[in-house]
Nanobody, 125 residues
């Protein structure tokens, strides 16, 4: 079974920093584009940052210059370093990845946009 497991969320004061991690596990054949999304209460889920398998990155305008996405392909992990946090960054942060994997019978599957369970980030003013 394939899983994306996020960690690193928590409560931090405005101006502080947090580092989120998302580790992929299971019979993974390929791990392509990965990204972080967030969803605040009453709002739609939005893209925060994305990174391709080759390391190209993109960011939403609201986090550009404050957040940095990176990945360690050997560890099948994507990171989100968040600095200068603001109360408006408060949200559940979700990891997302395009994953190729084999099931228990050996059948190959490709799932674009596989989601993790989310981790809460709360920034107090």
């Amino acid at each position: 079974q394939v899983q994306l497991v996020e960690s690193g969320g928590g409560l931090v004061q405005a101006g502080g920093s947090l580092r989120l991690s998302c580790a992929a596990s299971g019979s993974i054949f390929s791990l392509n584009d990965m990204g972080w999304y967030r969803q605040a209460p009453g709002k739609q889920r939005e893209l925060v940052a994305g990174i391709t398998s080759g390391g190209n990155t993109n960011y939403s305008d609201s986090v550009k210059g404050r957040f940095t996405i990176s990945r360690d392909n050997a560890k099948r992990t994507v990171y989100l370093q968040m600095t200068s946090l603001k109360p408006e960054d408060t949200a559940v942060y979700y990891c997302n990845a395009d994953i190729g994997y084999r099931d228990g019978s050996g059948t190959y599957h490709y799932t674009p946009g596989y989601w993790g369970q989310g981790t809460q980030v709360t920034v107090s003013s």
